[in-house]
């Protein structure tokens, strides 16, 4: 599995942002009701990152050479598959929620100010959903030469061979 790329979640955030700006554009032209801050969101993802934290933290120590348990290599997979999945979902998010908060804050003069503030932490909790999906990916990749990466960092480095003058 490759690492996720600060390009990719770009991406993926630009596209929350259009995406929402355009719902909220059509929602309001349609006449019907704009989201509210979505506090149980904010809390679930919250929590989320808070688990996989807590889902990575044994990996890492074993990465880092505490072997005194043997971390199951499925487990350690599925771990870095959530773990870059919450990065991409942060990132949509994050793009989603800022994308509602500047329409918000900048449509009718201030008026829906408080609710855009609102969204601001829905921002936040998904950039922290993004970054925790970063840093426990990072706990579960092995670096180049580790215990059981078979690759061929493995072999012994050695300088090239001196060419005859």
């Known amino acids: 599995m490759n690492r996720t790329r600060v ?25 019907a ?18 688990v996989l934290l807590l889902l990575g933290w044994p990996i890492k120590q074993w ?19 959530l773990a870059k999945a919450a990065a991409l979902a942060g990132a949509v998010l994050t793009g989603w929620y800022a994308g509602a908060s ?3 804050l900048a449509s009718a003069s201030g008026v829906r100010a408080g609710e855009g503030l609102g969204m601001l932490a829905a921002v936040g909790a ?6 925790t999906g970063l840093i426990v990916e990072s706990f579960c ?10 690759g061929p960092d493995d072999r012994p480095h050695t300088d090239p061979p001196e060419v005859p003058a």
């Open 141 to 150: 990749s092995l670096p180049p030469g580790g215990p059981r990466s078979g």
């Open 102 to 104: 500047v329409y918000l």
């Open 7 to 31: 390009s990719q979640l770009a991406l993926w955030g630009a596209v929350g942002l259009v995406a929402d700006l355009g719902v909220h554009i059509l929602l309001e032209r349609s006449g």
């Open 33 to 50: 009701a704009l989201p509210q801050v979505p506090w149980p969101a904010i809390v679930g993802m919250v929590a989320l990152s808070l």
């Open 126 to 131: 998904a950039a922290l959903l993004m970054m």
């Open 63 to 81: 990465r880092d050479g505490d072997r005194e348990t043997e971390i199951d290599p499925v487990k350690a997979a599925r771990v870095a598959m």
